[in-house]
């Protein structure tokens, strides 16, 4: 029996009167033993189900340190993968290699551009970015590409640069 249906019962046993109320007598003594049993079995459930809850959240605790644990061996990965990448892009240009084949792999660069500000500070003092009638200190880099293709002039505080960026398939 659930703790609901042990609820219910103990309630149905109560609102019947089994004592009586004005000499304190047990008036069905076999309806008192079974409210008896049925409080031993609430308790029981209760305690049951606290133990379920902190078993529940041990769990979840424990689940917890793993996903920390799976996280730092990512980020170890990752990173690795990053000078790996970067080692072989080095040692691609130095000697002028643009594109390497094998049957297990291609390693290639493409170019990208992109807008390099030296200096934000004074590239907002100089040319302020103005939002709805209002200086914002936030620098437009697409706005400033768009310019700068239209032949804009910033005075070196903004250029577009090219990269060549490793692609590994």
């Keep these: 029996m659930n703790l609901y249906a042990i609820n219910a019962e103990i309630e149905k046993i109560l609102n019947n009167d089994i004592v009586d109320a004005e000499t304190g007598e047990i008036l069905d003594e076999d309806l008192f033993e079974k ?5 031993e ?8 189900i606290a133990c379920f809850i902190k078993n ?3 769990d979840a605790e424990q689940l917890n340190a793993e996903e920390k644990a799976l996280m730092e061996r990512r980020k170890v990965k990752e990173n690795k993968a990053k000078r790996l990448t970067r080692y072989l892009e080095d040692n691609m240009l130095r000697f002028e290699k643009e594109k390497f084949e094998t049957p297990k792999c291609v390693i290639t660069f493409r170019k990208s551009k992109k807008v390099v500000v030296t200096n934000e500070k004074q590239f907002c003092e100089k040319f302020p970015i103005y939002e709805k009638e209002k200086i914002t200190k936030s620098i437009d880099k697409v706005g400033i590409r768009k310019a700068l293709k239209d032949g804009a002039d910033f005075n070196g505080l903004a250029k577009m640069q090219t990269f060549k960026n490793i692609n590994i398939k």
């Design 35 to 39: 409210l008896d049993r049925l409080e």
């Design 56 to 58: 529940l959240l041990s």
């Design 41 to 48: 079995d609430q308790s029981i459930k209760m305690e049951n």
